[in-house]
Nanobody
Framework: QVQLVESGGGSVQAGGSLRLACSAS????????IAWFRQAPGKEREGVAI????????DYADSVKGRFTISRDNAKRTVYLQMNSLKPEDTAMYYC????????????????WGQGTQVTVSS
């Protein structure tokens, strides 16, 4: 099974930037898709972005398109989420999830989840 560890969260003012990292260890059994999710207090978990094996087919939630960029460094087994033009509504706990087993990337079943990293954006 894959273990995922997130890092890079913090507090920033609106309009600022943060880069999150999701480092993977262990063995992927079926695929190495890694996605970022977020969950704010009182809200449902939301799929933010996914990095497929072929980086040309990354996908994003409409709410972050044009502001967030997902990328991967396969040598480091790390997926990054560059977040620019941050808004207060981006405040949430951000999680990475690995190895999509079934379903859509933003709502499907993953084998592994990280522990999360907090992102807080102040106005």
């Amino acid at each position: 099974q894959v273990q995922l560890v997130e890092s890079g969260g913090g507090s920033v003012q609106a309009g600022g930037s943060l880069r999150l990292a999701c480092s993977a260890s262990g063995t992927f059994r079926t695929n190495d898709y890694i996605a970022w999710f977020r969950q704010a207090p009182g809200k449902e978990r939301e799929g933010v972005a996914i990095a497929y094996m072929d980086a040309r087919y990354n996908d994003y939630a409409d709410s972050v398109k044009g502001r967030f960029t997902i990328s991967r460094d396969n040598a480091k087994r790390t997926v990054y989420l560059q977040m620019n033009s941050l808004k207060p509504e981006d405040t949430a706990m951000y999680y990475c999830a690995g190895e999509l087993l079934k379903g859509r990337w933003y709502s499907g079943q993953y084998t592994s989840w990280g522990q999360g990293t907090q992102v807080t954006v102040s106005s």
